[in-house]
């Protein structure tokens, strides 16, 4: 059975299929096999774009995965081979590094475009734009609360909770760390 993030995965590329439908992106010819491809993925994962409780759950909008997608691979190609060579060291052996003050002032950049897209509503973006942030900072716990904030609005409320218990330990003085993991955990139950 899927859980939560894997129907939240499954809406949203069948929400990008029926898109694609709607819009042209997919022929004529071809929109029999997507509407079928629609029905047999949504079913298997027990995932249905007709029921309003599941949209309200699942969807990502008004973020497309389309949009989702771009922010990622945008986001790929700022970090470049960072992430590569990351990947190639055990992560035993990496020292605790210090960011240079171009890593911090473009990190403060991004947590500040995060800030726009919280402002607009677009909390996927705004995540991955605080991800790019940790990445470059991740001594940073505004960076994480803030993240933990945009997952609180997407209802991602377990990662908010692992978002705000990091910003805590990054920074045990700083108090919004404690106000974002207090809501995350009452909106749990």
Do not use: W
Not at 91 to 103: D, G, L, R, Y
Request: proline share 4%.
């Amino acid at each position: 059975m899927a859980d939560d993030k894997q129907k939240h995965l499954v809406f949203a590329i069948l929400e990008f299929l029926q898109t694609s439908l709607k819009n042209g992106t997919i022929k004529q010819d071809d929109a029999e096999g997507i509407e079928v491809a629609i029905q047999c993925i949504g079913e298997a994962f027990d995932v249905d774009l007709n029921d309003p409780t599941q949209a309200q759950t699942f969807s990502t909008k008004p973020a497309t995965l389309m949009s989702i997608f771009e922010v990622f691979v945008n986001a790929q190609k700022k970090l470049g081979n960072k992430n590569a060579a990351a990947r190639s060291i055990p992560a035993t052996s990496i020292p605790k590094i210090e960011p240079t003050e171009e890593e911090k002032k473009k990190a403060e950049e991004l947590k500040v475009a995060g800030n726009r897209k919280v402002s607009d509503k677009e909390y996927a973006e705004a995540v991955l734009l605080y991800g790019e942030a940790i990445a470059l900072n991740p001594s940073n716990a505004v960076y994480y609360a803030n993240r933990a904030a945009a997952y609180s609005q997407m209802s991602d409320h377990q990662n908010a909770i692992k978002d705000s218990l990091k910003a805590a330990e990054v920074d045990p003085a700083y108090s919004k760390a404690y106000s974002r993991l207090g809501h995350a955990y009452f909106s749990v139950g």
